[in-house]
């Protein structure tokens, strides 16, 4: 990433300049933290504000909505929410900057909690496949898919990794993305996955977005394993797993349960050892056929089960019971032009606690949560406020961060994005436009679009 958006100290000469005065700064150059911040006059705040956990049901249409909104920060840390007059009466003083969002939605960052961020190379040329009838499974069979990405991920150098990758995070910053999980998978030897881990690492260090590493070693059996994948999964048990806790590395294990790829008694193995190495647990569950990836998750206490596009019926009550977050990934299906999207509208109702995410990877190279949020509302049939509450507070919640972001309440990082749109209701109805004026991480201004609303 050759640059990020940062406010410059020298620069203010009045309260109402902060859109004007964000310019672009190299990499690690000088940034700017106002120590008081208060925006105000947001046509509406979507607060969030509710129990400290993933929203269920009626719950996930519960936007604590504030008009003419106003969000005091101090420190990068919320420390007051309410309306801008009351806000603007017990906090203002002459060394408080001001930011005045008249007219726009103010909201919690999107919270990305499935991504394959870290990878070398394109499939582009996949499209045409996809167009003449082949599905996902018979480009992998065929030799595209994960493992051409592996191929190309393998050869590439940690700059080369960073690089690209970091291109993509900023993208999804400048759509609003202010977390980030990102997940191995494209190397499936002992030393390229560690290269990606390090990569996620370095891109947390270095990168305003916060990125959350995910270890999914069991993505698809490599080639050179000829024992196929019950020789692959006791490598990743007896070879890699034991690493990861005292690296840092990883925050949660994942695995592709699926047919054809690891079986719920493979996928079981990989998880417990996991959990028996403190780390948290995902899985890519039940997302071409019914395995029983969603029972699984429940079984075994993981935070999440990816895709859902076909779980059983007691797949589903098994993860409303344990409050299993169900992260649905419309990108997918339409980028892989599948017919069959997750049942968004049973799941909520059946009390799964549901998030979306982007499912950024070569076969969906979708980095913006806005076209998810569209995608989830016009072919999964979630209202605009399920999707919305699906994209923070929830997507937080997926990824063990719901105590301290997703929601704009006193406490929490001011993790903050503005939308230049007059309603919530307008974010999925526009598509196929960025409508993120500007993203607050952690109370920085990180990103601006090219406007100066302080000059009209």
Excluded at 87 to 108: F, Q, R, T, Y
């Amino acid at each position: 990433m050759s640059s990020r958006s940062s406010l410059a100290r020298g620069d203010i000469d009045s309260p109402n300049s902060f859109y004007r005065v964000i310019t672009e700064l190299p990499l690690g150059g000088e940034r700017y933290l106002p120590e008081e911040l208060i925006v105000t006059h947001a046509g509406e705040l979507l607060t969030m504000r509710g129990p400290c956990r993933a929203r269920v049901r009626a719950e996930m249409s519960e936007l604590g909505v504030i008009k003419d909104g106003a969000v005091y920060v101090r420190d990068g840390i919320i420390q007051a929410v309410g309306d801008t007059p009351s806000i603007l009466n017990w906090h203002d003083s002459p060394g408080v900057e001001k930011m005045d969002a008249s007219g726009c939605v103010v909201m919690p960052g999107f919270v990305d909690p499935h991504t394959h961020l870290v990878f070398a190379g394109s499939r582009e040329f996949e499209l045409d496949l996809k167009i003449k009838g082949k599905t996902y499974m018979e480009i992998l069979n065929g030799g595209g898919g994960i493992l051409r990405t592996v191929r190309d991920t393998r050869v590439a150098s940690s700059d080369q990794l960073f690089d690209q990758a970091a291109k993509r995070l900023n993208v999804m910053l400048e759509h609003g993305s202010t977390t980030v999980e990102g997940k191995s998978g494209y190397g499936l030897d002992k030393k390229t996955e560690l290269r990606i881990l390090k990569t996620l690492r370095r891109l947390d260090a270095e990168c305003p977005t916060d990125v959350i590493p995910t270890y999914l070693g069991a993505h698809a059996v490599p080639p050179e394993f000829s024992g196929g994948a019950e020789e692959y999964i006791q490598f990743i048990i007896d070879e890699v797993l034991l690493d990861l806790p005292s690296s840092g590395l990883a925050r949660f294990c994942d695995v592709f349960c699926e047919e054809g790829v690891f079986s719920i008694a493979q996928s079981r193995r990989v998880l417990l050892a996991a959990k028996s190495l403190g780390l948290g647990l995902k899985i890519h569950a039940d997302e071409f056929e019914r395995t029983g990836g969603a029972e699984l998750a429940a079984e075994v206490g993981a935070v999440s089960a990816d895709h859902l596009a076909r779980p059983s019926d007691d797949g589903i009550m098994a993860m409303a019971r344990k409050q299993v977050v169900g992260v649905l990934l419309p990108g997918t299906p339409f980028s892989s032009m599948e017919r069959d999207y997750a049942e968004a509208r049973r799941l909520i109702e059946l009390g799964v606690p549901i998030a979306l995410a982007t499912d950024l990877n070569p076969n969906c190279w979708n980095p913006s949560m806005q076209f998810t949020i569209t995608l989830a509302c016009h072919n999964m049939k979630m209202t605009p406020a399920e999707a919305l509450v699906a994209s923070t507070i929830n997507a937080a919640a997926a990824v063990g961060r719901e105590k301290s972001i997703g929601s704009i309440e006193e406490g929490k990082a001011a993790d903050i994005i503005v939308l230049d749109v007059p309603t919530h209701a307008h974010i999925p109805y526009r598509m196929g436009t960025n409508l993120c004026s500007l993203v607050l991480k952690g109370g920085e201004a990180v990103f601006s679009a090219d406007r100066s609303r302080a000059d009209g």
